[in-house]
């Protein structure tokens, strides 16, 4: 036991120092879709190397949890139904921060087209006033920005930098508010100035709802969080028991860990999905 749990620390500090190691790729190939799990680490607010680091972390966590359960209760069975509670636990502290830059992302929104709006009405061309939210806008959205002023800066084509950020940000207000720019760019709009004014009041009372609703629910979300890892919790502390734990490795004791595993992950799915809320300008 001691030469596995070696192994796998060793193999966990490599995958690690791996990560962290290698250089990112400057520029992403920007063709097709982006995947589900891009999409969730992008939403969380995660640049390259930490997606790597996590996506390393979350499949090391699993594994340690496993050696530590089967070492206090010396019952197999019991060591891979935690690990199987285990495993979604980075997956939600994920899901935590990417609602909490969502909702920081969304209360940005309005700020940079306030932003954009002033630059316009002062006479300010388009992409020098979006070249300017990489300096002057919201903390949250510079990187996107930055990335938008060094392809702009290099190819001097504004549709493909506006791609370029559009491509980070994989947002729904994003994609509205880019179109319009890209919209107003190419073939002039005198009405500019009307619809980010109206876009942002938009965007502002979008916001104040959203956190209202996602306020009165957390404590629910929260309690049903408690209620799903509670049973396994005391698992747990009841296998430490030598005669509790023998009885997880009888056939009943298997079954009785699989359903109850069956009915936590049926009834945290259907939480999820009843407390889920549509993104601003459409579900991604």
């Known amino acids: 036991m001691t030469v596995i749990s070696g192994l796998l620390l060793a193999t966990g500090i490599i995958l690690v120092w791996r990560s962290l190691t290698r250089a990112p790729a400057l520029t992403p190939m920007r063709i097709g879709r982006p995947s589900r799990i891009r999409k969730t680490l992008v939403h969380a607010g995660l640049d390259v190397l930490q997606r790597r680091i996590f996506l390393t972390l979350s499949l090391f966590i699993p594994l340690v949890t496993f050696i530590l359960v089967l070492t206090m209760t010396r019952t197999w069975t019991v060591a891979i139904a935690v690990t199987c509670a285990v495993f979604p636990l980075p997956w939600g502290w994920v899901k935590r921060r990417r609602i909490h830059n969502r909702a920081a992302l969304a209360n940005a929104w309005p700020v940079v087209v306030d932003s954009l709006l002033a630059s316009v009405r002062a006479g300010i061309t388009l992409p020098e006033a979006v070249l300017q939210l990489a300096v002057s806008g919201p903390e949250i959205t510079r990187p996107q920005f930055a990335l938008f002023a060094r392809e702009y800066r290099a190819k001097g084509r504004f549709s493909e ?15 509205q508010l880019f179109e319009a720019l890209r919209l107003a760019r190419e073939v002039g709009g005198n009405e500019l100035g009307n619809l980010l004014r ?3 009041t938009v965007m ?13 629910q957390s404590w629910t979300v929260n309690a049903a969080r408690i209620a799903v890892a509670a049973p396994w919790i005391i698992l747990v502390l009841i296998s430490t028991r030598t005669d509790a734990a023998r009885a997880y ?9 699989a359903t109850g595993g069956f009915l936590c992950i049926v009834a945290y799915w259907l939480m999820q999905r009843i407390g889920q809320l549509e993104e601003f300008g459409g579900r991604l």
């Open 249 to 257: 490795s009888t056939g009943t004791g298997m079954l009785i860990l």
């Open 161 to 175: 930098a506006l791609n370029a950020a559009q491509y980070e940000f994989l947002d729904a207000t994003a994609d």
């Open 204 to 216: 502002r009372e979008d916001a104040r709802i959203r956190g209202e609703i996602m306020a009165r």
């Open 198 to 200: 109206d876009l942002s």
